[in-house]
C-alpha cells in the first residue's frame, strides 16, 4: 500500500519529554533503487523537518498563544452561554481532552449540555449534531470523522451562530475566522519523531518493523504517520520497513495485523496511528505469541500502558498533553463568543511515556495518577 504525503509548515519546536536524544547520523547513505549499483556513492539522508501545516495551510502557533483578560473572562461568564461536544470516536485520550475543557468552561461559566461520540462513523455524526442542534449551544467543541462529508453536516451549526472549535480536523473548505474560530491540536512532527525514537532505540536501532497507517484523507494522522517514516528512515539506516498496512475502522486492526504478522515473520516492532487502534494489534500479537514484537502508538491508554508496565509488547506511547488541548479548546470557544479573532492553529508539545516514566507521564497529559490497572503491575 501506499503512504500519504505530509504538508509542512513553519513551526519549529524542541522535544521534551523522556525521549532519548536525535542521533546525528549525518554519515549514513541512502540505498540505490530498482538495481544493484553500490549505495557508496549515495547522499546523506537529509535530516526530516520538525514543520507542518494545518488542513488549509495554517501556520501552528504555540498553544499558549491563546488566552484571556480577566475582563474578557467576566464579559464570557456574563453571557451564559453553553457548550457541547460532537466527538470522533470515544478513548482515554478524548475523554481527558474533554475533561481539560469542561474544568475551563467551567470557569469561564459556560454550562456544557450535551457530549457525543460517533466510532467514527459519519452518518452518526450527522445524528449527533441534528440532537446537539436542538439544545442551542453556543460553541462546539468538534473533529470531523469525514472532512468531505461534514462540510454539509456541520452548515446548520454554522448557520445557528454557534462558534465551531476544531480538534485538529475541520469539515472541508472551512477556514478558520469564518467557519470555525481556530484548531487546537499537537505537534505532528515532534510526535512522529518520537515514535520512531522509542521504536528505533528499542530495537538497538536494526531490523524489521511494520508500519501500520491511518489510510484516509485526514491531515492529522496522515502527518503524524509519515513524520514516523521521515525520521525512521533518518536516525536508523538499519531498520528495514517490510509491510505498510493501512486501515480506516480501528475495529479491525486485530485482523489486519494477525494477517501482517504471518506473511512477516521477521519483524520485531510495529508503529500504529493511535492507542486504541494499536489495542488490536497487541491482541493479534499475543494470539500470534509473539512476545519479541515491540509496539510503539499515540495516546496514552490504560490497557496498553498496562501492557508495557507489565513488559509486554508496548514499549512506548506519546502524550499529546490532552488537558492543555481541551483547556485550549474552551479558550478558543471564548474567543469567538468575544468576537475576539484566534491564532488559526496552536499545537502542543508532545511527550514520550515509557514503563520508566509512566507515571510522571500520565500525570503531565491528563493530569491524574494512572489507574491501579496500570501500576498494580
Known sequence: MTTRTARRGR????IVGAAVGALALTGCTAASAGDDTPAESAAPAAEPSLEFVGPNGEIPGLLDELSLTDEESAEVAAGEYTAAFVWHTSSEFVSAVEDGARAEFERLGIEVVASTQANFDAATQA?????VLALDPDVIVTIAVDPVSAEATFQPAVDSGAKLVIMTTPPANYTAGDQFVSIVTENLAEAGQINAELLGEALGGEGEVAYMFHDADFWFTNQRDQAFLDWTAFLYPDIDVVAE?????????QEIAAALIARNPGITGIYVP???????VVAALRDAGRADVK???NDLDATLAADMAGGGNVIGLVGNGAIGIGEGLAIAGAYGLLGK????????????VTADNLEEGWMADYGTEPPSSVTDQ
Open 295 to 297: 509496539v510503539v502508538t
Open 274 to 280: 493511535w492507542a486504541t487502534a494499536a489495542q488490536g
Open 127 to 131: 445524528n449527533n449534531l441534528g440532537t
Open 11 to 14: 513551526l519549529r519546536l524542541a
Open 245 to 253: 498496512e493501512g486501515f480506516t475502522d480501528e475495529a479491525k486492526t
Open 341 to 352: 479573532e484566534a491564532p488559526e492553529l496552536v499545537a502542543s508539545t508532545p511527550i514520550a
